[in-house]
């Protein structure tokens, strides 16, 4: 290309002899053209994983060659490219820097140069034997800047303004039924908001920025909403907040459960076959976060962190390439905005309940996404599932506490062991080897003293999902029966009703304690 010898290979050479032999194609154009060229330099770090091998400065500057020729910087063949060098600050890293302006005075086409790297990284760590990432599918955020780490750190922050916008735009959602009603209620949190109208008035766009988060002027710094997150541009708002939510039935709202807690368990009942169809799939799992950010919101303190935990993990996985139906989701959607404006938090089985149909909905959606090959989503459902894991636990563990102090009789249980292989004989052996079986067992004991059947109830319970995959089925199904309207949590006023009627039966002759529609299965049931 050049009949001179490559400055990069004198051990000599500082790094102002390089940025000029860098910038010289930069230098001739300027000054054979009017308009001066200023965005001239293209930088790429580029760093193995901890646990990599050792590369040799011959292998980093052949994965250098791959890089600069799939992002266009460097083409292979072509003598005319733009000039750059790589920089090995490290043992584990280099630094790549170029000019973008070619020999001949071009500019490369950098268009997607992101996307062609990533995939050449791809190839580069299988065929050096490093730490092979998952593929890139360009629907994840953008990293922060080194700028915007450094500032944060200056002003004393824990996330960048972007990260920290993206968080409170997402906790905004469920709270808001229209686009307007989102910018005011970010505003009125204050966050610094412009908006951006049309000579009619109409919403055309939006930029956020961060309180404290200013220009060298002492300006306020606004972000666009598409370069906060991908998904939390102002048409997928609306089309998200905006999606035709129609006027409830009367006859709807009279039969919806009693409180938006039991109404948003029910919601998730139908998850799985929600998911179905792709494009109603992926609108489903997008409202799963916003239910989970709603419940995190308004759960008791306790339990606030492994949920925003939750909600924050789950954030990547409601972004993929499958265009959403949203208007499929509109129980899931209606749920979470009846909890985030209810003025009374949740009792301990109803928030038991929920967070268990929560963890279920959220092992449904990893499936979902490993099916498709959504690697990024499907970690982050993981990622979640472990958050949810941990919440349920603190939920439940208070009320099997209770219920195991409360468990009936070795004869009653034998009856109520029968009703289980009768009602779930696929699962009956792992629900009666459960650590959680005396609590079911007093659960459905205390259903039993109603009037309801152990037999019926564990058939509906164990119907509203599969239990297949549950760890811990008779813990399952303790939360499931616990949040029925028709069989409440046990509290001591109902135990002592259940006295009563126990010891009115004993007292007549002949009568036992069965109702008289048990199943014909268990014909000499004991009184608990």
């Not at 003598?79 to 490369?108: M, N």
């Not at 791809?122 to 450094?150: S, V």
């Not at 006295?499 to 014909?523: I, Y």
Request: net charge positive; proline share 7%; with cysteine.
């Amino acid at each position: 290309m050049l009949a001179m010898p490559d400055p990069g290979r004198d051990e000599n050479a500082t790094l102002t002899q390089l940025a000029r032999y860098l910038d010289a194609p930069v230098r001739l154009r300027n000054s054979e053209f009017g308009k001066k060229i200023t965005d001239h330099v293209w930088h790429c770090p580029v760093r193995a994983a901890p646990e990599d091998r050792h590369l040799s400065d011959a292998e980093w500057g052949e994965i250098a060659q791959r890089i600069v020729a799939a992002a266009g910087i460097a083409p292979e063949g072509d003598d005319l490219a733009c000039r750059w060098i790589a920089v090995r600050h490290a043992d584990d890293h280099i630094h790549i820097l170029a000019t973008t302006v070619r020999e001949d005075g071009r500019r490369p086409k950098l268009h997607d140069s992101g996307i062609r790297v990533g995939d050449a990284c791809r190839h580069i760590e299988k065929d050096y034997g490093l730490r092979r990432l998952k593929k890139g599918d360009r629907t994840g955020t953008r990293a922060p800047t080194q700028a915007e780490m450094h500032k944060a750190q200056r002003l004393g922050w824990e996330q960048t303004s972007r990260e920290w916008l993206q968080d409170r735009i997402r906790a905004a959602i469920p709270h808001a039924r229209t686009a307007e009603e989102l910018l005011a209620y970010l505003e009125a949190d204050g966050i610094a908001v412009k908006a951006r109208r049309g000579s009619s008035g109409d919403l055309l766009g939006y930029a956020a920025g961060r309180p404290g988060d200013l220009n060298k002027d002492g300006e306020q710094i606004f972000h666009p909403g598409g370069k906060i997150a991908p998904d939390l541009t102002l048409p997928k708002l609306q089309s998200r907040l905006e999606a035709g939510q129609p006027e409830e039935h009367p006859t709807a709202r009279r039969n919806r459960p009693a409180t938006p807690w039991h109404h948003a368990t029910e919601a998730l009942d139908s998850f799985r076959t929600d998911l179905a169809d792709d494009t109603h799939a992926q609108v489903h799992i997008t409202a799963l976060g916003e239910l989970l950010e709603a419940t995190a919101q308004k759960a008791p303190t306790h339990f606030r962190a492994e949920l925003h935990a939750a909600s924050k993990a789950f954030a990547r996985a409601q972004r993929s390439q499958i265009r959403a139906e949203d208007r499929a989701a509109r129980a899931i959607r209606n749920a979470a905005r009846d909890i985030v404006h209810t003025a009374t938090g949740p009792d301990g089985s109803a928030l038991a309940a929920l967070i268990a149909a929560l963890l279920w909905a959220g092992i449904i959606a990893s499936r979902w996404h490993e099916a498709k090959g959504h690697a990024h989503q499907a970690d982050a459902a993981r990622q979640t599932l472990h958050h949810l894991q941990v919440a349920a636990e603190q939920a439940l563990t208070p009320t099997l506490v209770v219920l195991k102090q409360r468990q009936p009789k070795q004869e009653a249980r034998r009856i109520l062991a029968h009703d289980v292989r009768a009602a779930v004989p696929d699962q009956a052996d792992r629900i009666l080897t459960d650590p959680s079986w005396p609590a079911l067992a007093a659960l459905l004991a205390d259903a039993e003293a109603r009037g309801h059947q152990p037999h019926q109830l564990l058939k509906e319970a164990a119907a509203q999902r599969e239990l297949s995959t549950a760890r811990q089925p008779a813990r399952v199904l303790v939360t499931r029966l616990q949040h029925t309207s028709r069989n409440p949590a046990p509290n001591p006023r109902a135990e002592a009703a259940r006295r009563r009627t126990t010891a009115s039966r004993t007292s007549q002759p002949g009568r036992g304690t069965q109702p008289p529609t048990a199943p014909a299965a268990s014909p000499n049931r004991p009184r608990r």
